[in-house]
């Protein structure tokens, strides 16, 4: 059975990149646009990976993971990927639940590399 990742981020061009690369590589996506609409989607059914914006409206990337750690569903690993490239970034980002911080914007062999190790599948 194919793993399924959600690709949380407000710019449409970059979802449509990551979601390009994963399913190029077998993985089957779902998009959501904010924290809020990724938050609906993973309690509904789910996924086996999160891949997260920071900066979005209605809910950031920081609130959705925080939320989700908070949730009775299985806890998976989830990538935050952003513009924002300080190490007080990264520090939040794990201290909302991250397993791992990216700077955009990612190449396809290092998203792919670290997708398949959260996963498992190297």
């Known amino acids: 059975m ?9 710019a449409a061009t970059v979802r ?26 993973a309690l509904k ?27 009775k569903i299985p806890q998976v690993p989830a990538i935050m990927v952003s513009t924002e490239a300080e190490e007080k970034d990264r520090e939040s980002a794990f201290k909302a639940g991250a397993n ?8 396809p062999e290092i998203l792919l590399r670290y997708v398949k190790i959260l996963l498992g599948e190297v």
């Open 2 to 10: 194919k793993k399924r990742v959600l690709v949380i981020d407000d």
């Open 16 to 41: 449509e990149y990551h979601c390009s690369i994963l399913k190029e590589a077998g993985f089957e996506t779902e998009e959501a646009v904010n924290g809020l609409e990724a938050l609906e989607k």
């Open 45 to 71: 059914n789910p996924f086996d990976l999160y891949i997260v914006d920071i900066n979005m409206p209605k809910m950031d990337g920081y609130s959705f993971l925080k939320e989700l750690r908070t949730q």
């Open 100 to 107: 791992l911080y990216l700077v955009k914007p990612v190449t």
